[in-house]
């Protein structure tokens, strides 16, 4: 079981390259979300999907796109990357109680991180 | 979801319990306290979490007072692993789509002492 695996761990990119992260989980989980962490912020929600088909934004979407075409797969996008983009990003997915009539029982699983910097 | 608030920094000596706070005053009824930990660098990690009873599991103990509007995460005898950010988040817990989300804050650098 290899939980949450995100891809690649570190990247330096040019402003104005595109790159794709990747996320993928094996615990059939509905709900997959990214972060971004940057110093004295906290994690900041970006992009979140409650299944497979179904997006959202989060807290700072801006420059960012995501698509969920399978439960197990939650790609980030920066189609245009800016030296604000540099940041570490979290991708997690949530066994949520609830789908299953547990109310509370919820759980995150955060991948180990992608440390990405814009020159 | 409810704003939380948490000391910045706190230390604490190695095989001591420590007691991290956190306020969460705006709470609502159908809100849970959830505690994760972040360790340098690593993916957050998830503790423990409760509605209005005290909580323990293997990692943590959970305190939420009676009026819910604070609550008090317990590592019984810390050891030099625990040094980590610890986040207290409270968010509602719906049987609805797209009401899942985890609003992290800054945390509290938590630094065991040998």
């Known amino acids: 079981n290899a939980g949450v695996t995100q891809t690649p761990k570190f990247q330096v990119l040019k402003t104005g390259q595109s790159m794709t992260l990747q996320c993928a989980q094996d615990m059939n989980h509905e709900y997959m979300s990214w972060y971004r962490q940057d110093p004295g912020m906290g994690l900041r929600l970006i992009h979140y999907s409650v299944g497979a088909g179904i997006t959202d934004q989060g807290e700072v979407p801006n420059g960012y796109n995501v698509s969920r075409s399978t439960t197990e797969d939650f790609p980030l996008r920066l189609l245009s990357a800016a030296p604000s983009q540099t940041s570490v990003y979290f991708c997690a997915s949530i066994l949520e109680g609830n789908f299953r009539g547990l109310e509370g029982n919820t759980e995150a699983f955060f991948g180990q991180g992608t440390r990405l910097t814009v020159v | ?114």
């Open chain 2, 1 to 114: 979801d409810a704003k939380t608030t948490q000391p910045p920094s706190m230390d604490c000596a190695e095989g001591r319990a420590a007691n991290l706070p956190c306020n969460h005053s705006t709470i609502s009824g159908n809100e849970y306290v959830y505690w994760y930990r972040q360790i340098h660098s690593q993916g957050p990690q998830y503790i423990i979490h409760g509605l209005k009873n005290n909580e323990t599991n293997e990692m943590a103990s959970l305190i939420i007072t009676e009026d819910r509007k604070s609550s008090t995460l317990i590592l019984p005898h810390a050891t030099l692993r625990d040094t980590a950010v610890y986040y207290c988040i409270v968010r509602v817990v719906s049987l609805l789509f797209g009401n899942e989300k985890l609003t992290f804050g800054t945390g509290t650098r938590l630094t065991i002492i040998p």
